[in-house]
């Protein structure tokens, strides 16, 4: 599995910023990263303390729905 498909939030393998790279870069790249994490963590906490809600959509077709009144 790519790292990629584990967290999106990571650059591509062979991207992140190196030695070579400007400090500023790596500081912009790490703020960035930072605020994703602190703004999804706010999120998460806000579903497990009720303030919002976390949607699953599904597709529930009509002849499922007859059917489990009928059983």
């Not at 584990?6 to 790596?26: E, M, Q, V, W």
């Not at 999804?40 to 007859?66: K, Q």
Request: net charge positive; no cysteine.
């Amino acid at each position: 599995m790519h790292v990629d498909a584990i967290d999106p939030l990571l650059p591509p393998f062979g991207t992140s910023p190196g030695p070579g790279s400007s400090p500023g870069a790596t500081v912009e790249y790490l703020r960035d990263l930072v605020q994703k994490r602190i703004i999804t963590l706010t999120y998460m906490r806000n579903v497990h303390d009720g303030r919002s809600h976390w949607f699953h959509t599904i597709i529930v077709l009509r002849v499922e729905r007859t059917r489990s009144r009928v059983q």
